[in-house]
C-alpha cells in the first residue's frame, strides 16, 4: 500500500478514532485505544519520502532530512499556507505541544508550507510571516507542493503524525484536534521508546526573529491604520500588530500616546499596565478607540480621557459559536480581524453598533451599544454580540438573506455611512463584496469566480465586477467624494480603487520593485476626504504612508516615539554618584532570569541610550556585551540617563522579544569620583 493510499485511510480512520475517543471518559482507555490504532499503523510498512532537494528552510541554520535529522522523532508535520485563518488557529496547539514534549524528548514538529496564492510561493515573505507569527520550529517552503502531492494532502491545515522511522500514524484535517495531538503524541512516544527507537538527538535551530529589521522598535508589521478627530485636530492610530500595542499620533507622525507593550498578554488596565495580541482593526467614536484584539479574540476600548482599556466582548480565547447573543465579555470569538462603527438610525436617534469582521468563523458580528431595533424589527438588548452576516461555511455565496450568505474570512470593513453599505474584504476569496445595511442583502462587488465554492479564483487584473482580480486583499476604505472604495489588494502589493457598480483599476503600485509606490503586503487603509490624503499600514515594510492623491506623492511617515513614551515591558532604576567637575562614566548590563527562560544567542541583543543635553558618548547604540561609555560634563543637576534593552528571550517552546529600561539616577556630589563603573543586573521573573 502506498503512503498516499494510507493517508487517505488515515484521515477517514482517525475520524472515527475521534468519535470513539468522544465516548470514552476514562484516560487510560482512550491511551489504549491510541495505542491499538499506532500499532496498526506502525506495522503497514510505509514511509514518508524524503523532502526535495534544494528546498529553503526557516528557523533552522541547515535543511533537515527526514532519514537522517528526523529518524528517531515522532514528527508533526503541519501543512499550512501562511494566508488560512484556520492555520493560524493551530498554532497555539502547536507550541503548547513542543513546550510539554522537547525535542530531546523525541519530538519534532515541522512546517510544511503549501501555498495556496502565488506570493505565498516567495521565501522572502514565507520568512515574514514566519516572523509576525513567532512560529519557532522548522519551516520548509514547499513550493511546488511536492510533499503535499506525495503523501495525498487535499487541504489547509492538515496535520500528519509520522512514527520515528517516517511511518504514517495519524491524520488529522482542520482545526480543534488539540486533546489528540497532546494524546497521540504522548502514546506514541511512550510506545516507542519502549522499543528503544526514540532519540534524544537535538536539531540546527535558528530562530528566524534576529532576522528582523533593527527599526522593528518603532513598527512591526503594522495592520491596520485608522484616522480620526480629536478637539478638531486629525489623530493617526496604528495597530502596531507585531509589537502588540497601538500607536496614537498626529499626522505627521509625532506619537502622543504607546497603547499597550511589546509582550503579548490579555490584559485591561492603563496606558502601560494594559496588553495586547497582535491587534488589528481601529474604529472610534467620540473619545473612545475600539480595537478588535484578534490573538486575544476580543474587542477592546481604550478610552482617550481616562486613558484606560478594558475589554468589551469576548473571553481571551478562541471560540467556536457561530451564532452568538451573550452579553459583552461573555461571549466567545474567533479571530476579529476589523472593526468598523454604524451609527443605526432609529428614528428620533441613532444608535451605534459594532460591526465586526470576524475572520475565523468567515462571518459578520456586531455589538450592540445600546438597546436597538434590528432588522426585521428584532430587538436586541444593550451589549449583545452576535452574528448578523454569514453562516460560517468558507465560500463566496451572495444572497438576499445575510444568514444565508457565506463569507470567506472577512478582514477589511469600509463604511459608506451616506448610502448604508458595508464593503468588506472577502480574503481567502480574493474580492470585494458588500452588505446592504437596510436589509441585510449581500452582494457581490468585484474579483472572484461565479462559482461560490471555487475560493482559487485570484490573479491581478483591472477590470469591472467578476472580471477582476484581486489577491487576497485584507484592507478596504470608502471615500465619499469620489465615491469609491480604495483596496489594499495585499498580496498584489497594490493600492486599487472600486466603484459601486463594479469597476476596478489600480491607484498605486506595481505589484513588483521597480516602481516608485513599492508595497510590500499592504493590509490596512485610511482615508482623509478633506486634505485628499490616504494613509496605507504597509505591513511587511514595517511602516505606515502618506499618499497625496492629487498629486500622487507618496511618502512614509517619520514614526517619533518620544522617549519616555516607550512602552517597555520593565522598567529598573539605579542610582550612581558622579563628582561635580565632571567625569566618565561606564555601565555594562547583565540579564538574569529567575525562571525557566534563556537569551537566545541567535538573536541580536542591543541597547540604544538617549542622552541628556551636552553629554557625549562614543556609540548611541551597541550589543549586549558592549559597555555603554558616557562622558560627563561639569555640573550640579541630578540628571537622567535612559538605556533601552531590546532583548530576545527563549522559551524551550517559542522565543519572545522583550523591551527593557534602565533608568539611571546619576546624582552630582563634590566628593563624589570622577570616574564610575558600573555592573547592573536586570532580573527578569
Known amino acids: 500500500m502506498s503512503v498516499r493510499d494510507i493517508i487517505t485511510e488515515l484521515t477517514q480512520v482517525s475520524i472515527e478514532v475521534r468519535q470513539d475517543l468522544k465516548s470514552v471518559k476514562d484516560p487510560k482507555e482512550k491511551e489504549r485505544i491510541a495505542l491499538r490504532h499506532i500499532k496498526e499503523f506502525a506495522a503497514k510498512d510505509a514511509y514518508v519520502n524524503e523532502f526535495q532537494k534544494g528546498l529553503e528552510w526557516f528557523n533552522v541554520s541547515q535543511g533537515l532530512s527526514m532519514r537522517k535529522d528526523l529518524a528517531g522523532k515522532i514528527c508533526v508535520l503541519d501543512f499550512f499556507t501562511y494566508c488560512c485563518i484556520n492555520c493560524m488557529h493551530i498554532l497555539p496547539d502547536l507550541a503548547a505541544l513542543e513546550k510539554k ?172 499596565t494594559s496588553k495586547f495580541n497582535a491587534p488589528q482593526g481601529i474604529c472610534s467614536l467620540g473619545d473612545n478607540l475600539y480595537i478588535a484584539d484578534t490573538e486575544n479574540h476580543a474587542i477592546r476600548k481604550i478610552d482617550l480621557v481616562s486613558k484606560t482599556v478594558t475589554t468589551l466582548a469576548g473571553t481571551g480565547e478562541q471560540g467556536h459559536d457561530y451564532t452568538g447573543g451573550q ?170 480603487t472600486v466603484d459601486i457598480f463594479g469597476n476596478c483599476k489600480t491607484r498605486y503600485g506595481a505589484g513588483k520593485p521597480d516602481s516608485k509606490y513599492v508595497f510590500d503586503e499592504p493590509s490596512g487603509l485610511a482615508i482623509d476626504p478633506e486634505s485628499k490624503t490616504l494613509y496605507v499600514a504597509d505591513t511587511n515594510n514595517h511602516r505606515v504612508v502618506s499618499i497625496k492623491i492629487e498629486y500622487n506623492k507618496i511618502e512614509t511617515i517619520a514614526i517619533d516615539l518620544p522617549r519616555d513614551g516607550v512602552a517597555a515591558d520593565d522598567t529598573y532604576n539605579f542610582d550612581t554618584d558622579v563628582s561635580t567637575c565632571g567625569g566618565s562614566l561606564e555601565v555594562s548590563f547583565e540579564v538574569k532570569f529567575m525562571n525557566d527562560l534563556k537569551l537566545n544567542t541567535d538573536a541580536p541583543q542591543r541597547w540604544a541610550v538617549n542622552l541628556p543635553e551636552k553629554w557625549i558618548t562614543s556609540a548611541s547604540k551597541g550589543n549586549l556585551t558592549t559597555p555603554i561609555i558616557v562622558d560627563i560634563p561639569e555640573g550640579e543637576v541630578e540628571t537622567k540617563l535612559h538605556v533601552t534593552l531590546d532583548i530576545v528571550m527563549c522559551k524551550i517552546d517559542e522565543c519572545i522579544p522583550k523591551k527593557l529600561e534602565a533608568i539611571l539616577n546619576v546624582h552630582r556630589k563634590p566628593n563624589a569620583p570622577s570616574k564610575v563603573n558600573l555592573n547592573k543586573v536586570l532580573k527578569i521573573e
Open 101 to 272: 514534549f522537547s525535542i530531546e524528548d523525541g519530538l519534532a514538529v515541522i512546517g510544511v508550507h503549501s501555498a495556496k496564492f502565488a506570493n505565498e510561493r516567495d521565501s522572502s515573505k514565507i520568512l515574514a510571516a514566519v516572523q509576525r507569527y513567532n512560529i519557532q520550529h522548522p519551516v520548509v517552503n514547499d513550493a511546488k507542493l511536492s510533499m503535499w502531492r506525495d503523501i495525498g494532502i487535499v487541504c489547509w491545515p492538515s496535520l500528519v503524525i509520522l512514527g520515528p522511522k517516517g511511518q504514517p500514524l495519524f491524520a488529522l484535517v482542520g482545526e480543534g484536534h488539540r486533546e489528540e495531538l497532546f494524546l497521540y503524541v504522548k502514546v506514541a512516544l511512550r510506545y516507542f521508546k519502549s522499543l528503544n527507537e526514540i532519540s534524544d538527538h537535538s536539531l540546527p535551530l535558528k530562530p528566524s526573529q534576529h532576522l528582523l529589521p533593527v527599526s522593528k522598535d518603532i513598527l512591526l508589521f503594522p495592520g491596520k491604520v485608522h484616522l480620526f478627530k480629536t478637539k478638531n485636530t486629525n489623530k493617526i492610530a496604528v495597530a502596531d500588530t507585531g509589537n502588540n500595542r497601538i500607536l496614537i499620533m498626529d499626522t505627521k507622525g509625532k506619537v502622543e500616546h504607546v497603547v499597550g507593550g511589546y509582550a503579548p498578554a490579555f490584559k485591561d488596565g492603563d496606558y502601560e
Open 327 to 496: 452579553l459583552g465579555i461573555n461571549q466567545s470569538l474567533s479571530s476579529p480581524w476589523d472593526i468598523a462603527l454604524y451609527q443605526l438610525d432609529q428614528g428620533n436617534k441613532s444608535v451605534p453598533v459594532l460591526l465586526i469582521a470576524i475572520a475565523g468563523t468567515h462571518q459578520i458580528w456586531a455589538l450592540f451599544m445600546e438597546d436597538t431595533i434590528w432588522w426585521k424589527k428584532k430587538s436586541v438588548k444593550a451589549g449583545t454580540c452576535m452574528a448578523i452576516v454569514g453562516n460560517g461555511r468558507e465560500e463566496n455565496r451572495n444572497n438576499s438573506y445575510p444568514h444565508a450568505a457565506s463569507l470567506a474570512q472577512p478582514s477589511g470593513l469600509a463604511l459608506a455611512v451616506e448610502k448604508n453599505l458595508l464593503f468588506f474584504a472577502d480574503s481567502e476569496s480574493s474580492s470585494i463584496r458588500v452588505v446592504h445595511l437596510i436589509d441585510g442583502k449581500v452582494a457581490a462587488v468585484c474579483g472572484a469566480d461565479k462559482n461560490p465554492a471555487n475560493l482559487h479564483d485570484f490573479g491581478d487584473v483591472d477590470g469591472k465586477l467578476y472580471g477582476v482580480k484581486l489577491q487576497h486583499p485584507l484592507g478596504v476604505a470608502w471615500d465619499p467624494t469620489e465615491s469609491v472604495v480604495y483596496i489594499a489588494d495585499t498580496y498584489n502589493h497594490k493600492v486599487k
